[in-house]
Structures are given as structure tokens and as C-alpha cells.
Nanobody
Framework: QVQLVESGGGLVQAGGSLRLSCAAS????????MGWYRQAPGKQRELVAR???????NDIDSVKGRFTISRDDAKNTVYLQMNSLKPDGPAVYYC?????????????WGQGRQVTVSS
């Protein structure tokens, strides 16, 4: 089975920082792509960070220069460091693990962590 256990988040004032962690079990962590999504109330879930096996990352315009994703394969953990947070109110951040099999993708999601940025 696949299990993603997230930690971190909380309440912070605008301009502050938070770090999220996602510990994964099941399978070889180093072989999977990982990422983080954000979902605010009434809005679509949006990708904020992606890190592939091997460590390559994608730049996301909305968080470029403020969010950094990293992974520690020895600890089966992916992190999201969030700096210079904007006062966007509450949102839930979800960890995702993606397994690519041929042309298909299989996604596993964490339960999500609440992040609230106050003005």
C-alpha cells in the first residue's frame, strides 16, 4: 500500500515562512515523482511544486522565487519550503506521489495540511 503522511503548516502572517513535509511509505520512494498542490476555498486545486525522480524540478510562475521543493530519498520524504507568504487566506496543501506506467499515471494523495496566511 501507499501512504503519504504530511506534517507542518499552520497559521502565519504575511511575509512569513512555513515548511511542509510529506513522508511516504510503500514502494521505492526514489523511483517516483513527487509534488505539492494547493487548494483554496472555491478554487481549483493547483500545482505549486513538482520534483521528479533524480531531483529535477519545475518552476511554477505563481510561486517562483518563494517556494522551494526538495526531496530526501534516504528518508522517503519530500519538503516544501514556503517563504514570503502572501495574505491569501486559508488553503489546503496536498502531497502527491506519481507513478508513471507506460502512458498512464497513477496518483496517490496525502490528506492535506491547512495553511492560513493572515494580513
Amino acid at each position: 500500500q501507499v501512504q503519504l503522511v504530511e506534517s507542518g503548516g499552520g497559521l502565519v502572517q504575511a511575509g512569513g515562512s512555513l515548511r511542509l513535509s510529506c513522508a511516504a511509505s510503500g514502494g521505492d520512494f526514489s523511483a517516483y515523482d513527487m509534488g505539492w498542490y494547493r487548494q483554496a476555498p472555491g478554487k481549483q486545486r493547483e500545482l505549486v511544486a513538482r520534483i521528479f525522480k533524480g531531483g529535477r524540478t519545475n518552476d511554477i510562475d505563481s510561486v517562483k522565487g518563494r517556494f522551494t521543493i526538495s526531496r530526501d530519498d534516504a528518508k522517503n520524504t519530500v519538503y516544501l519550503q514556503m517563504n514570503s507568504l502572501k495574505p491569501d487566506g486559508p488553503a489546503v496543501y496536498y502531497c502527491i506521489r506519481t507513478e508513471v506506467v507506460g502512458t498512464r499515471e497513477y496518483d496517490y494523495w496525502g490528506q492535506g495540511r491547512q495553511v492560513t496566511v493572515s494580513s
